[in-house]
């Protein structure tokens, strides 16, 4: 089955930036598409980036769009978010996702078809 493990979370200042990390195994990465969502207590998971198999093709969430960016390693394994210009409302747990569906928006953009979930990583911004 896929494993996921993040990292790179911390406690950064108001306009800082971050680079979280997901290191995949158990499966061939190349064969899923990958995604981050975030969640806090009490709200829904939400969609932050989605990054296809052969990462020629990405989406993000409309709230993150122009701060973050997605990537991914295929010979490493690996998966990568870059966000910038941190603010307080991007204060959550930090998700790392993968999902062998169709690389379609309206079906990566949610978290139903992501069978593969990593522990998340805590993204506290401090103002």
């Known amino acids: 089955q896929v494993q996921l493990v993040e990292s790179g979370g911390g406690l950064v200042q108001a306009g800082g930036s971050l680079r979280l990390s997901c290191a995949f195994s158990g499966r061939t990465f190349s064969s899923y598409a990958m995604a981050w969502f975030r969640q806090t207590p009490g709200k829904e998971r939400e969609f932050v980036a989605a990054?296809?198999?052969?990462?020629?093709?990405?989406y993000y969430g409309d709230s993150v769009k122009g701060r973050v960016s997605i990537a991914r390693d295929n010979a490493k394994n690996m998966v990568y978010l870059q966000v910038n210009n941190l603010q307080s409302e991007d204060t959550a747990v930090y998700y790392c996702?993968?999902?062998?569906?169709?690389?379609?928006?309206?079906?990566?953009?949610?978290?139903?078809?992501?069978?593969?979930w990593g522990q998340g990583t805590q993204v506290t911004v401090s103002s």
């Open positions: 996702a993968a999902t062998s569906s169709s690389f379609l928006k309206v079906i990566v953009t949610t978290p139903s078809p992501y069978t593969g």
């Open positions: 990054i296809s198999r052969s990462a020629d093709s990405t």
